[in-house]
Every structure is written in structure tokens, then in C-alpha cells.
């Protein structure tokens, strides 16, 4: 009994141990690095991927921004609002280009106004996103790197247009249906890939299919205990296949609640924090899925919002020859 006492006693002292080993990344590229595995892309890496486009055919790979959309509002983050700041009537009645009535009837005026938060929609998290233990990637500190108007170091518009092979690995069309919160594993992409057919490269943008993005016009449904991936699947992609640049279709990539119980987005944290990783949230994947588009020209680029924690983004996908 006390052998076995014993026993468990030093499996917690180990996993507790195993739960505080998450540390800030340095980067390879140098002390000034904002942009972590992006710099895995080269003119070269991407004239080659440019090459082997075969089809004129572009597959959208982003959602609609709507009033009512999905957002974060659980975390008293913003919703998505629009309103109308000139209509065609209203113009004739304001007459604020002071050009008349006449003139406002014969050409009509419509213009508008969005307020957001910089993560709904898809869009790509930014390495500022989250940090551990009081920096961010790279070693950047809010203390010297963060002001009033934003981020000095890792910003979304330090963000580059990105090129690169891209897969997608599509999970539902393997699995089936995936269970609430159900966590996806490396054995789970692997099969995944076996029936695909393919294989992954250093410097791929990998695209993970859960099927959440079939309930993305239904926002309680589309929230409502995702699927996403496993730290476990993560470390796998970035450690043993190299892969530059991730991103699925559900709410937050991850899925909750968390792994660890002393981080609420262990996921987060090892890909933006520790690895220099960012990645791509609330992707539309399906047109892909049907088509079974597997490998493809990722070709991308985000809004340059100076300081931002990340950006929208519209991704498109142009099929290649193996």
C-alpha cells in the first residue's frame, strides 16, 4: 500500500512538474523577430508553390461578417455592428454635399460603417496575442514593447502576404462526426492523411477540418462545445513535420475546456508564445471538403493594423499538380 502510495505521489510530482515547463521562445532569426516561422517563406519557396497552380478555380477559404455573427462576447469582447452613414434618400434630404436636391436624386450615395473586435470572422492571431509569464514571443515585454495605441514589437502588420503549399487535413471526413469538446490527436491527423494520400512538408500552411464551419450562419450552434485540436496534435505538426502556419475551422482553434490546469489556452500559448507559431481561426473549409481538395496554393494576406493582436484575413486556395 505504501508502495503504491508512494508510486502515485511521485506520477503527480512529475505531472505538476510537466505543467509548469511552458517558457517564452527566442527566436532562430534573431533578437528583432516579430514574425516567427513566417520567415520559413523564401522567394523562392514561393515562385515554387506558384508553379504547380493547375486550375483557374479559387476556393474562398473565409466566412461572411454579419450582425449576429460568432464573436467572443462570453469574454466582453465587442460584437460585429454595421450601420448606414448616407443612404440615397437620406442624402437627398441632408443634401451634405451642398449640391442639391437635383443632383442627389440623380446620383445616389450609400456609404457605411463597421466596429469589430480584430478576432472575429477569419482572421489570424497576431504573436502578441498571448503571452506566458509577463512576455511574448521573442522575449517582448508590455513594460518596453506596449502603448497606448498598440504594440511596438509583433503587431499585425508585421504580418507578411503569405505563399506556401498549403493541406488540408480533414478530420470530419475521417473521424465522422466529432463529439462535443472532442480534443483531435496526432494519431487522428495521421489517419486522416493515410486517406488522403498525402504528406506534409516543412514550411506547409496546414488547414484542419473539424465540420464546425457548416453551423457558422447559427452562432449558438457554432459556439456551443466545439471540437479542435490537442496539444498533443500541435507539437506533433510543429515539432516533428515543421509546418509554418496553422488554422481550422472553429470558434478558437483549440477546444475547451483546457489541458492543463494551470493554463486556460495551453494551445495558445505554445504556438504563439513558445514556438513563434501563428494560426488562423473560424476558416471555411467546406468547398475544399467537397471537392476533395486536399493540397493546394495558400495565398493570403491581413489587414496591417499597426499594435493589433491579429487581423481579419481572406485566405484562398488554388489547386496544384502533386
Known amino acids: 500500500m505504501k508502495a503504491t502510495l508512494f508510486s502515485m505521489l511521485l506520477l503527480l510530482t512529475v505531472a505538476v512538474q510537466a505543467q509548469h515547463n511552458e517558457v517564452v521562445g527566442t527566436s532562430p532569426w534573431g533578437p528583432e523577430d516579430e514574425i516567427g516561422t513566417l520567415n520559413l517563406m523564401t522567394e523562392a519557396s514561393q515562385l515554387h508553390v506558384l508553379s504547380k497552380i493547375n486550375s483557374g478555380k479559387a476556393y474562398d477559404l473565409s466566412v461572411d461578417y454579419f450582425v449576429g455573427m460568432p464573436s467572443f462576447h462570453a469574454l466582453g469582447d465587442p460584437g460585429y455592428q454595421y450601420w448606414l452613414t448616407h443612404t440615397p434618400h437620406g442624402t437627398i434630404v441632408d443634401n451634405p454635399n451642398g449640391l442639391g436636391e437635383a443632383m442627389n436624386r440623380k446620383v445616389s450615395y450609400t456609404g457605411d460603417a463597421i ?23 521573442n522575449g517582448f515585454t508590455p513594460e518596453e514593447h506596449l502603448g497606448d495605441k498598440g504594440w511596438k514589437k509583433t503587431g499585425a502588420e508585421t504580418i507578411p502576404p503569405i505563399i506556401a503549399r498549403g493541406v488540408m487535413i480533414d478530420v470530419k471526413a475521417s473521424k ?7 480534443r483531435i490527436t496526432a494519431n487522428d491527423l495521421q489517419d486522416a492523411l493515410k486517406k488522403q494520400r498525402i504528406g506534409l512538408e516543412p514550411g506547409d500552411v496546414v488547414v484542419i477540418r473539424t465540420g464546425q464551419a457548416e ?3 447559427d452562432a449558438n450552434h457554432y459556439l456551443d462545445n466545439y471540437p479542435g485540436i490537442s496539444i498533443d496534435a500541435v507539437k506533433w505538426l510543429i515539432e516533428d513535420q515543421e509546418i509554418m502556419l496553422l488554422g481550422a475551422d472553429n470558434l478558437s482553434f483549440e477546444a475547451f475546456p483546457p489541458e492543463r490546469a494551470d493554463n486556460w489556452v495551453p494551445v495558445h500559448t505554445y504556438l504563439l508564445a513558445e514556438k513563434g507559431v501563428m494560426f488562423i481561426e ?10 476533395e481538395v486536399y493540397e493546394f496554393a495558400f495565398i493570403a494576406a491581413s489587414l496591417k493594423l499597426k499594435g493589433a493582436s491579429g487581423s481579419p484575413m481572406r485566405p484562398i486556395a488554388l489547386p496544384i499538380s502533386k
Open 176 to 182: 465522422g462526426t466529432l463529439p462535443n469538446n472532442y
Open 115 to 137: 466596429s469589430m473586435y480584430t478576432h472575429m470572422g477569419t482572421h489570424i492571431d497576431a504573436l502578441n496575442h498571448f503571452g506566458l509569464n509577463g512576455k511574448i514571443w
Open 282 to 291: 473560424q476558416m471555411y473549409l467546406e468547398e475544399l471538403a467537397n471537392d
Open 215 to 217: 453551423f457558422y450562419q
